[in-house]
């Protein structure tokens, strides 16, 4: 399938801004979307971003998109330890009758205090 | 409480055996899917499903079978020819006429084969 590729990982200290870059290779993407897991569990839906916007926001999350260049990111305001987990960009292309979503491998933010 | 429920959470087989994992629904989605994640690697699509009685490969189908007989059930069977089987496997539901497709995950299953 397509590529996403994502940092590996990511150290904040609580309080500061974090910012997760994906770049993604599929210009059918129509949909992108980020998840959160925590240890041991399954993934959390954040947010999503329709491929025509370039921007959203919710409370402390920003996604922003750069179509041209392909790049994803989210941004987490005033980051808490409770913010510690792997977070995955992913993307589906819905001319692609599946929908399935296609994901990076992850990026594990910690937050130190 | 509406959600996708997987069991068990921890599953240990003989290398040769079959397992079977669930995955129920109680969201009304038409669409399910199984992934497959190994540490430090995304997730990999194995099966997925869009209606009942239905369902096509994924990436990483060889070894692996699924069965839809209930829009509310996608149980995913690792057979003994999976080379690799230990794995942390987690199903996901959508929607296919919604606005954003997004997918609503279960808490997974953790199989351990020796």
């Known amino acids: 399938g397509e590529d996403v590729e994502q940092s590996l990982f990511l150290s904040v200290r609580e309080g500061d801004s974090s910012v997760i870059n994906c770049t993604y290779t599929?210009?059918?993407?129509?949909?992108l979307y980020w998840y959160k897991q925590e240890p041991g569990a399954g993934l959390q839906l954040l947010t999503y971003?329709?491929?025509?916007?370039d921007m959203k926001q919710d409370q402390r999350l920003t996604v922003l998109l750069n179509k041209k260049d392909k790049h994803l990111s989210l941004r987490i305001a005033d980051t808490q330890t409770g913010d510690s987990a792997i977070y995955f960009c992913a993307e589906t292309d819905t001319s692609n009758s599946g929908y399935a979503l296609n994901f990076g491998k992850g990026t594990s933010l910690l937050v130190t205090p | 409480d509406g959600g996708i429920t997987q069991s068990p959470k921890y599953l240990f087989r003989k290398e040769g055996q079959n397992v079977t994992l669930s995955c129920e629904q109680n969201?009304?989605?038409?669409?399910m899917y199984w992934y497959r994640q190994d540490p430090g690697q995304g997730l990999r699509l194995i099966y997925y499903s869009q209606i009942v009685n239905d369902f096509q490969k994924g990436d990483i189908a060889e070894g692996y079978s699924v069965s839809r007989e209930k829009k509310e059930s996608f149980p995913l069977t690792v057979t003994s020819a999976q080379k690799n089987p230990t794995a942390f496997y987690l199903c996901a539901s959508s929607r296919r006429d919604g606005i954003s497709y997004e997918q609503y995950f279960g808490p997974g299953t953790r199989l351990t084969v020796t």
């Open positions: 971003i329709f491929s025509n916007m």
């Open positions: 599929d210009s059918s993407s129509t949909y």
């Open positions: 969201l009304n989605h038409d669409a």
